[in-house]
Antibody, heavy 122, light 110 residues
Framework: EVQLVESGGGLVQPGGSLRLSCAAS????????MNWVRQAPGKGLEWVSY????????YYADSVKGRFTISRDNAKNSLYLQMNSLRDEDTAVYYC???????????????WGQGTLVTVSS | SYVLTQPPSVSVAPGKTARITCGGN??????VHWYQQKPGQAPVLVIY???DRPSGIPERFSGSNSGNTATLTISRVEAGDEADYYC?????????????FGGGTKLTVL
């Protein structure tokens, strides 16, 4: 059974930093691209960042570029999101999600974690 | 940037058919994916590649995509289908691809 378990969320002041983790199990983690997707309270889904299986390709949403860094450790079956210079508008539930597309042309999210809440507030 | 437009809400009686649309410029040329999200839960993929269903998703869920509109159709709607539904595409039109979601549609079962 595919499982994705996020951790590391919490309350942080504006301008602060936080590192999220996602522990993967039930599949060959090193074979799949991964993503972070967030959802502000009462709002819709927003894609945050993508990392390919070998970490060779990384993309960010414009809203987080230059502040967030995605990484992975295939030996530990783990995905990370380092978040710096946090702003009020970064408050959201952050989900890690597996890319279910093997072609590279039609990426989508076939499995999601339960999410971890990040609250940016003074 | 590419924009996906969904109606904020759709209401349907039990046993009837619900249709949730997702509008985008020439969206028929893209592959559309749909997610169901119930309150307090993570999203679940219900349709991928326009019309394919993941294992475990009832046949009542189907999808289509043509022209400027993609549609998620839920037949014989049940109370348990009440949820928010999001469409999603991959916008590869620039050097920096983006994964785009629609604003979401709240399905209410009357």
């Amino acid at each position: 059974e595919v499982q994705l378990v996020e951790s590391g969320g919490g309350l942080v002041q504006p301008g602060g930093s936080l590192r999220l983790s996602c522990a993967a199990s039930g599949f060959t983690f090193s074979s799949y691209s991964m993503n972070w997707v967030r959802q502000a309270p009462g709002k819709g889904l927003e894609w945050v960042s993508y990392i390919s299986s070998s970490s060779s390709t990384i993309y960010y949403a414009d809203s987080v570029k230059g502040r967030f860094t995605i990484s992975r450790d295939n030996a530990k079956n783990s995905l990370y999101l380092q978040m710096n210079s946090l702003r009020d508008e970064d408050t959201a539930v952050y989900y890690c999600a597996r890319d279910g597309d093997s072609s590279g042309y039609y990426p989508h999210f076939d499995y999601w974690g339960q999410g971890t809440l990040v609250t940016v507030s003074s | 940037s590419y924009v996906l437009t969904q109606p904020p809400s759709v209401s349907v009686a039990p046993g009837k058919t619900a249709r949730i649309t997702c509008g985008g410029n020439n969206i028929g040329s893209k592959s559309v994916h749909w997610y169901q999200q119930k309150p307090g839960q993570a999203p679940v993929l219900v349709i991928y590649y326009d019309s394919d269903r993941p294992s475990g998703i009832p046949e009542r869920f189907s999808g289509s995509n043509s022209g400027n509109t993609a549609t998620l159709t839920i037949s014989r709607v049940e109370a348990g289908d009440e949820a928010d539904y999001y469409c999603q595409v991959w916008d590869s039109s620039s050097d920096h691809p983006k994964w785009v979601f629609g604003g979401g549609t709240k399905l209410t079962v009357l």
